[in-house]
Structures are given as C-alpha cells and as structure tokens.
C-alpha cells in the first residue's frame, strides 16, 4: 500500500453491511490485535474483538456513536486503556491507526465510535463487568454500496504552510526551503490524518535535524491527545517511505501564543 494515497483517500464508513466477516478472517484479526498489543508493549493497552455487533449496538444506541450517531456494524473492536495517562491515550490512538491500515488491507472498513459520554455502569452492563477504561469503539465491516450520483462530503484540510514552523512559533516555515530539505511531500500528506472534527490541532516546529509535534487547545479543552497518536503514527508511516525510519520521543511542555496553549507532545529526528 501507498500510504500517501491510503491517506488520501482515507475515511470513515458510517454505513455498514449486515454481512458478517468470515471466522477465518477474524481470527486473523485476533492475532493482529495481539500482536500490535505486544509491539506497543506497556500491557496498558488492550483491543477486544466484539463478534456480536447487533447486541453492542442495541445496548449503545441513542448513547454514544460518530457525531452523536451510534455506528451500526456487525463486529466492533474494543479500545481498552488501563490507564488514563497520556502517554497510554496516545499510543492508544498511535496503534489504533495502525490497526486500521491492517483492516483496510484486509478489505475491511472501519469508523471511530465515542462512548466517552456514556455511564461507566452502563458500559460495564453492555461490555463487560471487567473493562477498565472504554472511551473509543471501532465499527468494523464491509461498507454498503453508496448511490454513485451522491458525493461524499469533503473536508478543507489546513495548508502545510499554517501548520509547520520554524524554530518556534513566531515564524512559519519557508516552503522553498522546506522543498529543498525534501520535506515537502511528507507534511503535505500527514495533514490528510484524520482527527477530531477535523480541527488539524496539530502544529509541528522544525528545528534543525528534529521536528517537534505540538497540539494546540483552547483554556476551556483538554488537549487531544488521541489526535496527537494519529498524527505520530501517520508521520512515522510516511517518514518511513522516504527511508527515514525514526521514532517519536515524546516529550512535555506548555507554551501559549496568541489566545491558544500548546501542549509539546513528541519530537522526531530525521
């Protein structure tokens, strides 16, 4: 797979066959699941294979769901934290992004599902009494066929040249010069990353060899860190097809400019 144009054509699929996945499908899917659990490593992160999507969707219809729509699919994937560090909901996000370029090499589409807004004892009710933390569910399955004369909706993506800067934020980068590191094709794919809302809150600083990942957030917001894993995992992904092979060090910090926080998330070296 091309992750450029994976990326860009990337999106989520609210509808969903009631065509169950074969068993030997999912059961290649459980080993997946396993082994992205052992390559991130920590024990914090776990992903549950739900099979009976009909009965998780009967229980959190009308609760949670994508833009307070619950996804009806036939299987779900379960996002289980045991902690809410940050450091956990990014790689949380990091590997569920993985995940999903797995499925979508399978055959198999996927949408992102919030429950953050559902009580923890109903979650308990419909997901079991022995989960931890739950805030995300991925609808998997095959999409139904759309009507060819309905377009898609479109988002307007930020341009590269409003979200990478130059040693702070003070000043944006030179885009001749970010062509003539060679970099320009590695930022202009990584804004196609999904994200909340499609906000784009992630801002990167180049300084030197070493990019630097930053989310911006307002006063009333928590920073989103699940935003924050998605873009560390699509950036490396890219990085990779230019023969750069490197790994986010996360790292902490604050800074404020022009009425919004900046929370430092990661840096990279290239």
């Given at each position: 797979?091309?992750?450029?144009?994976?990326?860009?054509?990337?999106?989520?699929?609210?509808?969903?066959?009631?065509?169950?996945?074969?068993?030997?499908?999912?059961?290649?899917?459980?080993?997946?699941?396993?082994?992205?659990?052992?390559?991130?490593?920590?024990?914090?992160?776990?992903?549950?294979?739900?099979?009976?999507?009909?009965?998780?969707?009967?229980?959190?219809?009308?609760?949670?769901?994508?833009?307070?729509?619950?996804?009806?699919?036939?299987?779900?994937?379960?996002l289980e934290l045991?902690?809410?560090?940050?450091?956990?909901?990014?790689?949380?996000?990091?590997?569920?992004?993985?995940?999903?370029?797995?499925?979508?090499?399978?055959?198999?589409?996927?949408?992102?599902?919030?429950?953050?807004?559902?009580?923890?004892?109903?979650?308990?009710?419909?997901?079991?009494?022995?989960?931890?933390?739950?805030?995300?569910?991925?609808?998997?399955?095959?999409?139904?066929?759309?009507?060819?004369?309905?377009?898609?909706?479109?988002?307007?993506?930020?341009?590269?040249?409003?979200?990478?800067?130059?040693?702070?934020?003070?000043?944006?980068?030179?885009?001749?010069?970010?062509?003539?590191?060679?970099?320009?094709?590695?930022?202009?794919?990584?804004?196609?990353?999904?994200?909340?809302?499609?906000?784009?809150?992630w801002r990167f600083?180049?300084?030197?060899?070493?990019?630097?990942?930053?989310?911006?957030?307002?006063?009333?917001?928590?920073?989103?860190?699940?935003?924050?894993?998605?873009?560390?995992?699509?950036?490396?992904?890219?990085?990779?097809?230019?023969?750069?092979?490197?790994?986010?060090?996360?790292?902490?910090?604050?800074?404020?400019?022009?009425?919004?926080?900046?929370?430092?998330?990661?840096?990279?070296?290239?």
């Amino acid at each position: 797979m091309i992750m450029a144009n994976f990326l860009k054509s990337r999106k989520s699929v609210r509808d969903f066959k009631k065509k169950k996945i074969d068993p030997n499908t999912l059961e290649e899917l459980t080993l997946n699941l396993k082994e992205f659990e052992n390559e991130e490593g920590s024990g914090n992160i776990k992903f549950r294979l739900y099979e009976n999507g009909e009965l998780l969707y009967g229980g959190l219809k009308g609760l949670g769901g994508y833009s307070g729509v619950m996804i009806e699919s036939p299987h779900y994937i379960l996002l289980e934290l045991k902690n809410d560090d940050d450091k956990t909901i990014i790689y949380s996000a990091y590997y569920a992004e993985k995940l999903i370029t797995k499925l979508n090499e399978m055959g198999i589409s996927t949408c992102w599902v919030s429950i953050l807004g559902v009580d923890e004892n109903k979650k308990k009710e419909i997901l079991g009494d022995d989960i931890v933390i739950v805030n995300h569910l991925l609808a998997i399955g095959y999409e139904k066929p759309k009507n060819p004369f309905v377009q898609d909706p479109f988002s307007e993506r930020i341009g590269v040249e409003d979200l990478v800067f130059e040693k702070g934020l003070d000043r944006l980068v030179d885009m001749e010069d970010l062509e003539t590191r060679g970099l320009g094709d590695l930022f202009f794919y990584a804004r196609f990353a999904p994200s909340t809302k499609n906000l784009q809150p992630w801002r990167f600083v180049l300084d030197g060899p070493i990019v630097k990942l930053l989310i911006a957030y307002k006063d009333t917001e928590r920073p989103l860190f699940e935003d924050a894993g998605i873009i560390m995992y699509y950036f490396e992904a890219l990085a990779n097809t230019q023969g750069i092979k490197n790994k986010w060090k996360l790292i902490d910090g604050n800074i404020k400019k022009a009425g919004l926080n900046y929370k430092y998330i990661g840096e990279y070296h290239l």
